[in-house]
């Protein structure tokens, strides 16, 4: 949603090491005797374990936002639940803060839960016998937090999620949309760092599924939370993600920026994603930049472009003109050029 | 793989075979037996019999010879019992020192808070009607009773149902206990607690409360396990203790189905009344009990009139209570209410004086916030004031109290002179061999008296032995065989082989009868709306009425003697099969029936190619249903002439021999269990 930060900032906010999870009666020793050539059918059917997920490790920093993306039974809710330990990972570190989340006990966790990360479900998990106003509190009620105070507070997140004059209301009363969105402002009462989507929009019609995208990359500009969004959908997962990892039988099969993706795809497997992917809301300048001859003088034109423009921003005028198109920096250094043909071919590559 | 397949399928043709050629053994054994001692053979050799029925007598002498100076009574049985007789006299106290017309009042009150203005008309007129016939007193004391059981109850049943739904192992624990307690007569129970609970009417309340426990546990533990996961994962994520889990989200939303538990609690609850009635409980069932041994049929008539319309009253009221939307989303807008809400004046009083009252408990409260969650509940809060209001005014002018002995009718005179009609005319109808008379005797004659001499005479002990557990492995396997031979084999044991092979014969002819009614019928009403819509009602009326009730018209059409009690195990067994049959077929997928249709299937093809062999597991469940109910009528078949088990368990509580009476109850529960376990391993092979 936001670029991603230039300079990497000190820590991580969540840091995954080979996290495993493995269902069945003797998750650890299964663990060991798995064969990296072994492929989860296979492990099923000779030892009966299932396994959710598989050596997985990626880092989180602050402010942004990573997609998970996979198939339906891919192991990222066990993933995603793992991190706040509604699931227990077999092995491995999920790192939080600097603390290890798999090693904290109940007091921990509790705090953990109640003060950091927040979660939305994918079938929204409101509490049906609460009004909008104490679904949206119960995170502050748990705590201890004072009737008053917990109010003015879920007043104002219902606001922020635009559902101002429903807090009277109980939840089957709503929308699907408008439900989410009081699953949305329940995980922000809180106001912690971090916030785990698992699948959230996935219920929704497409049109009310595209608004929800919407209202999250607008909360999300003002907001600056640590992000870990599940979904099945690619274009969701372009859309929403600074890094994003495609997921596959439990394991990452690649992970990158949706440019990265787009561009280069390793595996048979995510290209059958990436293919249809809309290139040119993806793909920047840098993609169709195409070096200046040495020598040769810096094309002029009376436009010129930073390489991290979409394509999409571009296309109007470099289709409009014949001459090349200089690619500046910030530093106004010239990189390169783009033209017609070159953005042509980074669009039906 | 293979290879060991083979092998299993080996190894259970020749545990096939090895067991065949038990059954054959056994069988030569016995014509073996039969030759050489034939003493052996024809009566359960007394000499096995296990002896309980000393112990248990002497215990009892102990006990009552231990009661007052024994530290287990002074301690424990003794204060319990006080504090129950307490509890129940305040509640009674309360329910008669309140005028009458309040009691009634309140009741229309709730009813229309809960679902409307049907309800107060069922309440008001219900209860009006225990009045006009003189039995006020009566119901209070029986509504009284219901109460405290009913409370005592929940106060068990709900932790004990939370504690189950968090462990299974403690769930799994409990589970053979409450089967245990369903399956179990009243009678068995009653003995005991009367010999501990001594006190007047504790022993009902206790009585009560055993028999109503089970729907309370079950369905608290139901309810919980029911609350939507996604719930309990958003609680979890959010950092809330077990605690806050249980009472924020999991009780709340297990309410409903806690409520259906209260809803069968109660119902049980007034399923024994009558019983409760013959240990000193008073009220309702007193008065039934009292007639039926007077014979005055339009007394018990009233009286029993007055107990199913309690039920109904308290099964409706408690029905909506379950249903009842607390998140008031979808409350209907009632006219009522409308006009009490305009009297928001109780409501702003009440608020302010919270917010006085408040401040000296040490809380703060808000005016506002408080008025808003009173506002919620104006109705309420209006009733409650309104009643209180009167009853005060009443305290201090009228002294109404119970109700009016000058307002009565006699609906005990018609009823009487219907019955006599009746007997008059239908026992032989104009001096015909037809009539209930005739009947009652063909009946006895023809078809019971032989298939208990079968049973009892004709056919050596063993044999029946060997022919159930047959039964029982053909039904299900040899496991089965063996369980139910070690049941039948106890009843001899116990020395109740004669009783019970007699009870045994007057269920088969009584499961008869209810089976070839339920299935034709239920067909019926399945394909005829009309008939199902006049069928409906009087079925569910048959459901609430207590047997007893209509014990007293039948034993006067067809003499005591055992006919009364096959005819009340009958009606007590037919509601639920006919209803299982017809559902069964009602439940046959559409697509289905209209396929058959299409091709070309008549009607009656339909039925018996389609919808009858795809209704088969639910009707045959309904079987099963018939099968229990009828067996749980053995008691009561008992005290009305019918010999058996029930005599012998009647017999041991009248004339204090609880040895009897116990090794009668553990007959009766053996062959239950045996029956039960038959029909439901071929209900479930099928
Ligand atoms: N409690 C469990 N026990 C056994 N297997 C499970 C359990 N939970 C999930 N799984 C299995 O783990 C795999 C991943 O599931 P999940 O994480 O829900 O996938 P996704 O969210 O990507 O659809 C699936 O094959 C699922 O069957
Ligand atoms: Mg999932």
Redesign the interface.
């Known amino acids: 949603m936001t670029p991603a930060p230039a300079s990497i900032p000190s820590a991580p906010e969540i840091s995954c090491r080979d996290v495993w999870k493995v269902f069945g009666k003797n998750p650890l020793s299964i663990i060991q005797s798995i064969r990296p050539e072994q492929t989860r059918a296979q492990i099923l059917e000779t030892t009966g374990h299932v396994v959710g997920v598989r050596g997985v490790s990626f880092d989180v920093y602050k402010g942004q936002t990573f997609v998970v993306m996979g198939l339906s039974g891919s192991g990222k809710s066990t993933l995603v639940r793992s991190v706040?330990r509604?699931a227990d990972a077999t092995s491995g570190q999920i790192i939080i803060g600097g603390q290890d989340v798999m090693k904290m006990d109940d007091r921990q966790?509790?705090?953990?839960?109640?003060?950091k990360?927040?979660?939305v479900?994918q079938?929204?998990?409101?509490?049906?016998?609460r009004?909008v106003i104490d679904n949206v509190a119960?995170?502050l009620?748990?705590?201890g937090v004072e009737k008053k105070a917990r109010y003015e507070r879920a007043e104002k997140m219902i606001e922020l999620v635009g559902l101002s004059g429903w807090a009277r209301h109980?939840p089957?009363?709503l929308s699907g949309g408008m439900q989410q969105r009081v699953g949305l402002a329940?995980a922000l009462a809180?106001d912690p760092q971090i916030l785990l989507f698992d699948e959230p929009f996935s219920a929704l019609d497409p049109l009310i599924r595209r608004e929800m995208q919407d209202e999250l990359i607008r909360l999300q500009t003002v907001m600056h939370k640590t992000i870990v969004f599940i979904t099945h959908d690619f274009v969701e997962a372009l859309r929403l993600g600074d890094r994003i990892a495609i997921m596959k039988d439990g394991e990452f099969v690649q992970v990158g920026t949706p440019e990265e993706l787009v561009l280069n795809p390793q595996t048979d497997y995510v290209s059958a994603f990436t293919k249809d992917a809309p290139r040119a809301k993806v793909l920047t300048v840098r993609a169709a930049m195409k070096p200046i001859p040495s020598g040769a003088p810096i094309p002029s034109n009376h436009h010129i472009v930073h390489p991290d423009m979409k394509l999409e921003e571009v296309m109007p005028f470099v289709a409009a003109t014949d001459t090349p198109i200089p690619v500046l920096d910030d530093a106004s250094a010239a990189l390169g050029f783009i033209d017609r043909t070159s953005v042509m071919q980074a669009l039906v590559a | 793989m293979l290879g060991s397949k083979t092998l299993s399928a080996q190894s259970s043709a020749w545990m096939r075979v090895a067991l065949w050629a038990g059954v054959v053994a056994l069988g030569v054994g016995i014509v073996f037996i039969a030759q050489t001692q034939p003493a052996l053979l024809e009566k359960f050799p007394e000499t096995w019999n296990l002896g309980l029925r000393q112990p248990i007598n002497d215990f009892q002498s102990w006990v009552i010879g231990h009661r007052s100076s024994h530290p287990v009574f002074a301690f424990f049985f003794d204060p319990l019992s006080d504090l129950i007789d307490f509890g129940l006299r305040r509640v009674e106290d309360f329910l008669l020192i309140t005028p009458w017309y309040l009691v009634v009042l309140a009741f229309g009150l709730v009813g229309y808070w809960l679902a409307g203005w049907r309800l107060t008309l069922l309440a008001v007129g219900g209860l009006l009607f225990c009045g006009l016939v003189g039995l006020w007193e009566e119901s209070m004391q029986t509504l009284a009773l219901m109460s405290v059981s009913v409370f005592i109850s929940l106060l068990i049943g709900i932790p004990l149902g939370i504690i189950a739904s968090r462990s299974a192992a403690f769930e799994a624990a409990l589970r053979p206990l409450l089967d245990g307690m369903q399956t179990m007569p009243a009678f068995v129970y009653l003995i005991p607690v009367l010999l501990f609970f001594g006190v007047a009417r504790v022993p009902s309340v206790v009585a009560t409360v055993i028999y109503a426990l089970p729907p309370a546990i079950r369905l608290t533990t139901l309810g919980i396990r029911q609350v939507i996961l996604s719930a309990i994962e958003a609680a979890r994520s959010f950092g809330s203790t077990p605690r806050q889990m249980l009472l924020k989200v999991e009780l709340p939303l297990a309410l409903p189905s806690i409520m259906t538990g209260v809803n069968q609690t109660i119902m049980m609850a007034l399923g024994i009344v009558v019983i409760a009635a013959l240990i000193g409980a008073g009220g309702l069932g007193r008065e039934v009990t009292i007639s039926l041994q007077r014979l005055k049929v339009g007394d018990a008539f009233e009286a029993g009139m007055a107990i199913v319309l309690l039920a109904i009253i308290l099964d409706r009221l408690s029905d909506a209570l379950s249903k009842y939307d607390f998140t008031g989303v979808g409350r209907r807008q009632r006219v009522l209410a409308g006009v009490l809400a305009a009297l928001q004046l109780p409501a702003k009083g009440l608020a302010w004086l919270v917010c006085r009252i408040a401040p000296l408990a040490g809380r703060r409260a808000n005016y506002e916030t408080v008025y808003e969650s009173l506002a919620q509940n104006l109705f309420l809060i209006n009733s409650v004031l309104i009643v209180a209001a009167l009853w005060l005014a009443d305290a201090l002018a009228f002294h109404s109290g119970g109700f009016p002995s000058a307002l009565n009718i006699r609906l005990d005179i018609p009823a009487d002179a219907v019955v006599r009609w009746m007997r008059d005319n239908l026992y032989e109808i104009g001096g015909s061999p037809f009539g209930t008379g005739p009947l009652s005797d063909f009946i006895t004659l023809q078809m019971m008296n032989p298939l208990r001499d079968l049973l009892v005479k004709t056919l050596p002990w063993a044999t029946v032995i060997l022919w159930v557990a047959a039964l029982a492995f053909t039904a299900s396997g040899w496991r089965l065989a063996l369980a139910a031979a070690v049941g039948f084999f106890t009843i001899g044991l116990l020395g109740m082989w004669e009783a019970g092979m007699d009870t045994l014969s007057q269920c088969i002819i009584a499961i008869f009868f209810t089976i070839i009614i339920a299935v034709p019928v239920g067909v019926l009403t399945s394909r005829n709306d009309a008939a199902q819509m006049v069928l409906r009602p009087l079925l569910d009326t048959l459901q609430t009425i207590p047997p007893f009730v209509y014990l007293v018209p039948v034993i006067m059409l067809f003499n005591i003697g055992r006919v009364p009690g096959l005819i009340a195990a009958v009606l007590y067994a037919l509601p639920p099969g006919i209803k299982l049959v017809d559902l069964g077929i009602r439940q046959v997928p559409v697509e289905t029936v209209e396929a058959a249709t299409a091709f070309g299937s008549t009607g009656w093809q339909t039925l018996f190619n389609v919808q009858l062999p795809l209704a088969l597991p639910s009707i045959l469940v309904g079987i099963n249903q018939m099968i229990m109910m009828v067996l749980s009528m053995v008691i009561i078949a008992g005290m009305v002439g019918g010999a058996g088990l029930g005599l012998e368990a009647v017999t041991g509580l009248a004339r204090s021999d609880t040895g009897r009476g116990i090794e009668a109850g553990l007959a009766i529960v053996a062959l239950a269990i045996v029956i039960d376990r038959i029909t439901q391993a071929w209900t479930t092979e099928k």
């Open positions: 706040s509604l966790l509790l705090e953990l839960r109640r003060h990360v927040s979660m479900f079938n929204f998990g409101l509490f049906p016998h009004r119960y995170g009620e748990v705590q109980y089957k009363q329940r809180v």
